[in-house]
């Protein structure tokens, strides 16, 4: 008997962006367990199937139930929104099987689980794409939640952030019982980039009620946000454009030059793969074109 767990990533919200693999894990199981929000964005898909709906604050409940169900023989589907590998339920999962393995948990059953983990687009990408290219340059997440991460250790990873000049995206940035570490957050970047640096607020991501707000650094307040919003701050070079009504974000990835000169955009480094830099197509082209030339 095959026991098969999905671990799904179903996007941020628009059933266009779910990806086509989810689609079919999603179609193939019996079982889904979810936040009963994600079973409510995936509509009709979830139609004569059996709904296993945990609230907030039961993820290892949620993890649990899955293995359990799989290991019954039931081929189950465990869900969240945007990619489940990031902030989410897949890293539960893995880290049941870990207490498992170590003979701190009493469910051997599940080691005969066949699992596949199958990624979506993340909440700070949608936000990005929505906006221009706010990603284009290195980049950080950081949860603002010190539910399970001690507020000393994000203070710093805050810090860290700011010296090296990272776009950060805010993951968890306010709740109904925090709100100040955002704040303090925009305080601590504002140490090492300028006041006008752009930020994007983008609430309900893809959805139906999606909001979108631009603003400088030094007006980022957590007024403006809630549970439901991710925020993402640009570096000291991220740019915002605007062009007649249409405004976008942008992070240059180092082209100026280049584009100055006249030059092909790839670095001398690209052509001999001493420089990974993800221009892998840029880098193929030119590799082509010196060998026939």
């Known amino acids: 008997m095959r026991k098969q767990l999905y671990v799904v990533g179903i996007g941020p919200g628009d059933l266009e962006?779910?990806?086509?693999?989810?689609?079919?894990?999603?179609?193939?199981?019996?079982?889904?367990v979810a936040y009963g929000l994600y079973l409510d964005l995936l509509?009709?898909?979830?139609?004569?199937?059996?709904?296993?709906?945990?609230?907030?604050g039961e993820e290892i409940g949620r993890a649990r139930l899955a293995l359990d169900l799989a290991a019954s023989g039931k081929t189950t589907a465990l869900i969240s929104s945007g990619d489940i590998g990031i902030y989410a339920m897949a890293t539960l999962v893995f880290e049941l099987l870990d207490q498992q393995l170590q003979g701190l948990e009493q469910h051997p059953e599940w080691l005969d689980v066949d699992i596949e983990v199958i990624p979506g687009i993340s909440a700070m990408q949608a936000g990005a794409s929505r906006v221009g290219a706010l990603l284009g340059h290195d980049f950080c997440t950081i949860s603002l939640s010190d539910l399970l991460t001690p507020w000393e250790t994000i203070d710093q990873r805050i810090h860290s952030a700011g010296q090296g000049d990272f776009v950060v995206s805010f993951y968890n940035p306010v709740s109904k019982k925090r709100d100040?570490?955002?704040?303090?957050?925009?305080?601590?970047?504002?140490?090492?980039?300028?006041?006008?640096?752009?930020?994007?607020?983008?609430?309900q991501l893809t959805r139906s009620d999606e909001?979108?707000?631009?603003?400088?650094?030094?007006?980022l307040d957590a007024s403006?946000?809630?549970?439901?919003?991710?925020?993402?701050?640009?570096?000291s070079e991220s740019r915002h454009i605007i062009n007649g009504s249409k405004e976008w974000l942008y992070t240059p990835r180092g082209y100026r030059k280049k584009l100055k000169t006249g030059g092909t955009g790839v670095d001398e480094t690209d052509v001999d793969g001493t420089d990974v830099?993800?221009?892998?197509?840029?880098?193929?082209?030119?590799?082509?074109?010196?060998?026939?030339?």
């Open 43 to 56: 509509g009709d898909l979830c139609q004569n199937k059996e709904h296993h709906d945990l609230p907030l």
């Open 224 to 235: 403006q946000v809630d549970m439901f919003t991710m925020v993402s701050v640009g570096n």
């Open 211 to 219: 909001q979108i707000r631009i603003v400088r650094l030094d007006q």
């Open 277 to 293: 830099d993800g221009t892998d197509v840029d880098r193929t082209e030119n590799v082509l074109q010196e060998v026939t030339v």
């Open 17 to 32: 962006l779910v990806a086509p693999k989810a689609l079919k894990a999603i179609q193939a199981s019996s079982d889904l």
């Open 180 to 203: 100040w570490q955002l704040n303090h957050a925009r305080d601590v970047l504002l140490q090492y980039r300028p006041a006008s640096t752009p930020v994007l607020i983008g609430r």
